[in-house]
């Protein structure tokens, strides 16, 4: 079966610019969460959502945003980029929300 | 809000020999506490988990045990093998109704180096 799926690998933008990255969960998970790792740091949690409702925020600026579609695939969405939005988003899902969390491989992004 | 310190930072073992990492939580509430090991280049693989109403889990060579007294919690590599080598994570969540249900909170980290 596969994996959760992060589109795309890699992406290089620069600062004010605006980013939308992809996931697709394991077939049959509900839930989606977004997390940012910063090099050399465990993850940090951005959001959650389940069931196409958001149900967890954490502590990210407005400029961060998202999204859950019918199919429960996720978008992340940041605006005005800044150079220390530049770091590993993961994606994780589960079957529910209170379920453990599988991951991505992640998109890299780099801000100039 | 849920605050994890995991220590060592780094942790150098030979082939056969034990490792143990540690983490500490702060939010009394916390109940789920999953262990990643993330490999170069990916994403951080669920390797074990355990829940607050046990105080020990094992699965083969890997084993977390858990303290709710102290709030701490460990995980215990035996017999280690150079494909340990990795960054591992401890994490902690709340496991209730709520908005802080998937939210997972992580330690910083130890780089776990086996020499054959």
């Known amino acids: 079966d596969a994996g959760v799926t992060q589109s795309p690998t890699h992406l290089i933008k620069t600062r004010g610019q605006h980013v939308t990255l992809r996931c697709s969960p394991i077939?049959?998970?509900?839930?989606v969460s977004w997390y940012q790792q910063v090099l050399g740091q465990g993850p940090q949690f951005i959001f959650q959502y389940y069931e196409k409702e958001e149900r967890g925020r954490g502590n990210f600026p407005d400029r961060f945003s998202a999204r859950q579609f019918p199919n429960y695939s996720s978008e992340l969405n940041v605006n005005a980029l800044l150079l220390g939005d530049s770091a590993l988003y993961l994606c994780?899902?589960?079957?529910?929300?209170?379920?453990?969390?599988?991951f991505g491989d992640g998109t890299r992004l780099s801000i100039l | 809000g849920e605050n994890v310190e995991q220590h060592p930072s780094t942790l150098s073992v030979q082939e056969g020999d034990s490792a143990v990492i540690k983490c500490t939580y702060s939010?009394?509430?916390?109940?789920?506490f999953p262990w990643y090991k993330q490999e170069l280049g990916k994403g951080p693989q669920l390797i074990i988990d355990?829940?607050?109403?046990?105080g020990e889990k094992k699965d083969q060579r890997i084993a977390v045990t858990l303290n709710k007294t102290a709030k701490h919690f460990s995980l215990h590599i035996t017999e280690t093998q150079p494909e340990d080598s990795a960054v591992y994570f401890c994490a902690a969540s709340i496991k209730a109704g709520g908005t802080s249900y998937g939210k997972l909170t992580f330690g910083q980290g130890t780089i776990l180096t086996v020499h054959p």
């Open positions: 994780a899902s589960s079957p529910r929300e209170d379920q453990p969390q599988h």
């Open positions: 077939s049959g998970h509900k839930s």
């Open positions: 355990i829940r607050s109403n046990v």
């Open positions: 939010d009394s509430a916390s109940n789920y």
